[in-house]
């Protein structure tokens, strides 16, 4: 069966510091991956979406940047983070373009 | 590109019936799908519906009308477990877009 990870589940961060989070699936192979955020009380933006190694579609244009660097690994970036990068941060991947499947997310606070 | 609204919150009582809307404008449309979330969770997929007409999952139903650019999920004999936030979202070309989400507070 298809599972996705994604961690750390919770972090703390000072302003400025840089951020990486790692997402990885298993049990599929070329998968359509996604980043998304989520402000408190608030919907999904989608942020970041890959179709393959090393295509990255950006949605927003911010302070975060997106990589993919293999197959069923999908990476969230920052190299300055900033206190409105603060949410819960999800990834998923889509199976049979209907139903997205997510990670146990990231809540992160830039403090 | 895409946007979707809903409404921000509904309330019932436990065994009701609820409905919860979602329209859409899409500049592509592959299907609407619905998600449930509960607090400090991730969302979970509930339905699919690419056609128009009723989809029915057990408890929960959803509806598309792609003429309207319209959907709405049927949650049937709620239960207080069904308390926490539904999202609708678009499937576009290679990308999928969410509602702003509901809010749905279950009573006793």
């Known amino acids: 069966s298809q599972t996705i990870h994604q961690w750390p589940a919770t972090l703390v961060q000072p302003v400025g510091s840089p951020l990486s989070l790692e997402c990885t699936v298993e049990?599929?192979?070329?998968?359509?991956l996604y980043w998304y955020r989520q402000a408190a009380g608030r919907g999904l933006q989608l942020l970041f979406y890959?179709?393959?190694?090393?295509?990255i579609s950006s949605e927003v244009p911010q302070n975060l940047s997106a990589s993919r660097p293999q197959d069923r690994q999908f990476i969230l970036s920052s190299k300055k983070l900033l206190l409105s990068d603060s949410g819960f941060y999800l990834c998923?991947?889509?199976?049979?373009?209907?139903?997205?499947?997510f990670g146990q997310g990231t809540r992160l606070t830039v403090v | 590109g895409q946007s979707l609204e809903q409404p921000s919150e509904v309330t019932a009582v436990e065994g009701a019936i609820v409905q919860i809307n979602c329209t859409y404008q899409?500049?592509?449309?592959?299907?609407l799908s619905w998600y449930q979330q509960h607090d400090g969770g991730a969302p979970t997929f509930l339905s699919y519906n690419a056609l128009d007409g009723l989809e029915e999952t057990g408890r929960f139903s959803s509806f598309l009308s792609r003429s309207d650019s319209y959907g709405y999920l049927l949650l049937q004999e709620l239960q207080m477990k069904d308390s926490a936030s539904y999202f609708c979202a678009v499937r576009g070309f290679q990308k999928l877009v969410f509602g702003t989400g509901t809010r749905l507070l279950v009573s006793p």
């Open positions: 890959s179709v393959g190694i090393g295509q």
């Open positions: 049990g599929t192979s070329n998968p359509n």
């Open positions: 998923a991947w889509i199976r049979d373009t209907t139903e997205a499947f």
């Open positions: 899409t500049s592509g449309f592959y299907g």
